[in-house]
């Protein structure tokens, strides 16, 4: 396929075959024929611009609509499930609250609710970067975490897991 067509391809491919198509074109930047080199460097370019165009319309993009696109791209295990579900019946909970709603020990909750947000961040809006942890929150692109640790699910958050059959939807 050309080039050209590669880049108008762009727009429609899932993050796996953007992937994909990454890996091949800095194969080839990196040793096929200048020909091949040129058309690679061409199709990276088209890959940066549109995952910098992505990244501004999550940025500005309902939340309900994202985190229904994130749980249909990937959809959730039972783990998952049963994390989310915790937060949606225990709202304004502690992590221990929580995990012991999943039926485990300590913050083991919010590990699995942090990771499980985290391989999701593709599709969601960016994390707040905390200092103090020296690192992003995660659980925050669905929940709410207050001045008490205590967390509550984003109710446009709980719109769009509603929408992949996840809780109840928003209250009416």
Known sequence: MSAEKQ???????????RARLRANAERL?????ATQQADARAVLAALDAQAAT?????????????????????P????????????LDHPAS????????????????????GSMCERRKVWLPDPDYVPARNGYF???????????????????AAEGLAA???????AS
């Not at 502690?94 to 609710?113: I, M, P």
């Open 7 to 17: 880049i108008a391809a762009i727009p429609g491919l899932d993050t796996a075959a």
């Open 29 to 33: 930047a990196a040793s096929g024929s």
């Open 54 to 74: 992505d990244h501004e319309t999550r940025q500005s993009a309902p939340l309900a609509r994202l985190v229904t696109e994130a749980f249909t791209a990937e």
């Open 76 to 87: 959730p295990t039972e783990t998952d499930r049963q994390v989310l579900q915790a937060l």
């Open 94 to 113: 502690t992590a221990e609250d929580l995990s012991a709603a999943c039926g485990w020990d300590g913050g083991a909750w919010q590990l699995h609710f």
């Open 138 to 156: 995660y659980s925050g692109l669905l929940a709410d975490l207050d001045e008490h640790n205590r967390f509550t699910m984003k109710p446009e």
């Open 164 to 170: 992949v059959g996840i809780g109840k939807g928003p």
